[in-house]
């Protein structure tokens, strides 16, 4: 499973892909895929980088 983060509130969620509208703010919103792929942040499974 993926996880999003919403570009406008910072909303995170677990899902296949991202939703059309961002269940915490309530826009239509874009989502970053802040997945963990680097051994540095494996142990929490999300990039904390990705802003």
């Known amino acids: ?4 983060k ?3 509130c910072g909303y995170t969620l677990n899902a296949d892909a991202p939703p ?3 269940p915490n703010c ?7 895929n802040n997945t963990c792929y680097t051994p540095d ?3 929490e499974s ?5 802003k």
Do not use: A, G, P, Y
Request: net charge positive.
């Open 1 to 4: 499973m993926t996880s999003w």
């Open 6 to 8: 919403c570009q406008n």
């Open 20 to 22: 059309e509208k961002c």
């Open 46 to 50: 999300v990039d904390k980088r990705i």
């Open 26 to 32: 309530q826009e239509k919103c874009e989502f970053l």
């Open 41 to 43: 942040c494996q142990k």
